[in-house]
């Protein structure tokens, strides 16, 4: 692990429980992309989480809120996660094991290539509603 | 009138239910079918006389407590079901219908309704279902596989064209070149895991160039991915000598299985076992789900015909298919098929 790279993991891990200590949600994570060749986006950092299956999942480009976050670059959310099934376009793996009702997830951008590097993203289990307000909270953590 | 009374005639002689009809306690009438019965089973009538009897007396019977139960005593026909010939090494079950046709004249008739036509019924039935299912499943399939490339790949294409253009803009500083050609990188490169990802759902190439262990890993892995869910495979088989059909058959139960586990069983871990032995070979999948009650999925549901498509697909090839399952106990999905060459194979 390179300097930077360490700094980084700092960084998001104490995102994470920043915004889980701040705010109301049950679950926050960060996904991120590897810099390896296979450039796998996976979730690195969770608070909340129910199991450690979060860790297997390896986000698609376009599918769930999470993977249009990274297709579009544009924040995204969902208050009827639990309907979706897998094969379904709104089906969001981590939502399914962490047994999510809403979330909101929001781009992470890397500064140098103004790409999306990972996604922030927050939500409830307990039916609790989410909104563009949710995504804007989100956001402000972001924000160099 | 004479040719309706011709007609009638006929048709009680030559229907496939045996009838018997009586007046207070004596045969009057029997059509083809009963005098066969009669003749090649030695069926006695006087013993379905009493055995109707009786049903009507349990059921009509003051101690049942239902003596003056108005519904009941407006039945006029009551069928009970009876085995014939049950001492012989092929039994014959029927179903018995009393009825009766004139209560002042004490007159009733005794059908016998054979069970093999009616079981034949069903069956039939059930097959239809399942052909109209796989031709929908078919079209669902097409349907999917269509959206899949229109809004994903060639969402995507479209996307790093658009880039390309952009590229061509001659304002560009070259950071700002490098940041865009890194973008359409990144959109052919997700564009690239769809398409072989896609192919992968449709039908994968490693079934066919490295075999059904290979392929059931790879299954696994993707969908493990997808999912978070540890799915384990493991086993020691040599699948070259299955016929294609077998291993397509055995690869499409294991998706099926694993599917269905992930959809419904809130599974935290799935094992799919490939074991071959010298004459069979036995692929299980298990998961420590929530488990379902097996009986009550195993006919039509309205909606979807998985299981009973899979055990479908499987006899279809001389195998046999096995889902044990209880409540809160996961289930466990098993397909066996009998290989005549593996053993030899192995001999030599």
């Known amino acids: 692990m390179t300097l930077s790279e360490s700094s980084s993991v700092n960084h998001y891990n104490e995102l994470v429980n920043q915004v889980y200590r701040n705010e109301l949600f049950e679950?926050?994570?960060?996904?991120?992309?590897?810099?390896?060749?296979?450039?796998?986006?996976?979730?690195?950092?969770?608070?909340?989480?129910?199991?450690?299956?979060?860790?297997?999942?390896?986000?698609?480009?376009?599918?769930?809120?999470?993977?249009?976050?990274?297709?579009?670059?544009?924040?995204?959310?969902?208050?009827?996660?639990?309907?979706?099934?897998?094969?379904?376009?709104?089906?969001?793996?981590?939502?399914?094991?962490?047994?999510?009702t809403g979330a909101a997830a929001v781009p992470i951008m890397s500064p140098a290539t103004r790409l999306v590097d990972g996604v922030l993203l927050a939500g409830f289990r307990n039916g609790q509603p989410v909104s563009n307000k949710t995504v804007q909270a989100l956001s402000q953590y972001l924000l160099p | 009138m004479l040719a309706t009374k011709d007609w009638l005639g006929?048709?009680?002689?030559?229907?496939?239910?045996?009838?018997?009809?009586?007046?207070?306690?004596?045969?009057?009438?029997?059509?083809?079918?009963?005098?066969?019965?009669?003749?090649?089973?030695?069926?006695?009538?006087?013993?379905?006389?009493?055995?109707?009897?009786?049903?009507?007396?349990?059921?009509?019977?003051?101690?049942?407590?239902?003596?003056?139960?108005?519904?009941?005593?407006?039945?006029?026909?009551?069928?009970?079901?009876?085995?014939?010939?049950?001492?012989?090494?092929?039994?014959?079950?029927?179903?018995?219908?009393?009825?009766?046709?004139?209560?002042?004249?004490?007159?009733?008739?005794?059908?016998?309704?054979?069970?093999?036509?009616?079981?034949?019924?069903?069956?039939?039935?059930?097959?239809?279902?399942?052909?109209?299912?796989?031709?929908?499943?078919?079209?669902?399939?097409?349907?999917?596989?269509?959206?899949?490339?229109h809004d994903s790949i060639a969402q995507g294409i479209y996307s790093a064209i658009i880039g390309i253009r952009r590229l061509r803009n001659a304002d560009l500083s070259t950071e700002q070149l490098t940041a865009l050609s890194n973008v359409i990188e990144n959109q052919l490169d997700d564009t690239l895991k769809e398409v072989k990802g896609m192919a992968l759902d449709i039908r994968p190439s490693v079934l066919d160039n490295f075999g059904l262990l290979p392929a059931l890993k790879v299954l696994?892995?993707?969908?493990?991915?997808?999912?978070?869910?540890?799915?384990?495979?493991?086993?020691?088989?040599?699948?070259?000598?299955?016929?294609?059909?077998?291993?397509?058959?055995?690869?499409?139960?294991?998706?099926?299985?694993?599917?269905?586990?992930?959809?419904?069983?809130?599974a935290s871990e799935i094992t799919v076992l490939l074991v071959n032995h010298q004459h069979f070979i036995i692929l299980e999948i298990i998961d420590d789900g929530d488990g379902f009650d097996v009986p009550s999925h195993q006919s039509f549901n309205g909606r979807s015909l998985g299981l009973?498509?899979?055990?479908?697909?499987?006899?279809?090839?001389?195998?046999?298919?096995?889902?044990?399952?209880?409540?809160?106990?996961?289930?466990t999905v098993t397909a066996k098929f009998p290989v005549a060459d593996l053993g030899r194979k192995q001999h030599v």
């Open chain 2, 308 to 331: 009973l498509n899979m055990s479908e697909r499987v006899k279809a090839l001389n195998g046999t298919f096995n889902i044990k399952s209880k409540l809160h106990d996961g289930t």
């Open chain 1, 27 to 100: 679950l926050v994570a960060v996904a991120l992309q590897s810099q390896t060749a296979a450039r796998q986006i996976k979730w690195r950092y969770a608070a909340g989480n129910q199991n450690e299956k979060f860790r297997k999942i390896v986000l698609r480009s376009g599918m769930g809120i999470a993977g249009l976050v990274i297709r579009t670059g544009k924040p995204f959310w969902c208050d009827r996660l639990n309907v979706y099934q897998l094969r379904d376009a709104m089906y969001t793996p981590i939502a399914k094991c962490e047994s999510l």
């Open chain 2, 220 to 266: 696994a892995n993707r969908l493990e991915e997808n999912s978070g869910i540890t799915i384990e495979v493991a086993g020691k088989a040599d699948t070259s000598v299955l016929s294609e059909d077998v291993q397509s058959v055995l690869y499409r139960i294991a998706q099926e299985a694993i599917n269905n586990a992930l959809k419904h069983a809130n």
């Open chain 2, 10 to 149: 006929q048709y009680f002689d030559h229907s496939t239910d045996a009838i018997f009809i009586f007046k207070d306690d004596a045969l009057l009438v029997q059509n083809q079918m009963a005098k066969e019965l009669e003749q090649e089973l030695k069926v006695d009538p006087m013993y379905l006389l009493q055995v109707a009897d009786t049903s009507v007396k349990q059921k009509y019977s003051q101690t049942n407590g239902c003596f003056n139960c108005i519904i009941q005593n407006k039945m006029t026909n009551l069928s009970v079901p009876l085995t014939l010939a049950d001492d012989s090494t092929h039994p014959l079950h029927y179903f018995m219908v009393y009825s009766i046709l004139d209560k002042t004249a004490h007159l009733f008739s005794i059908t016998l309704k054979s069970r093999g036509t009616i079981n034949r019924m069903d069956q039939l039935a059930q097959q239809r279902k399942l052909t109209r299912y796989v031709n929908r499943a078919h079209e669902l399939e097409r349907k999917r596989i269509s959206a899949d490339l």
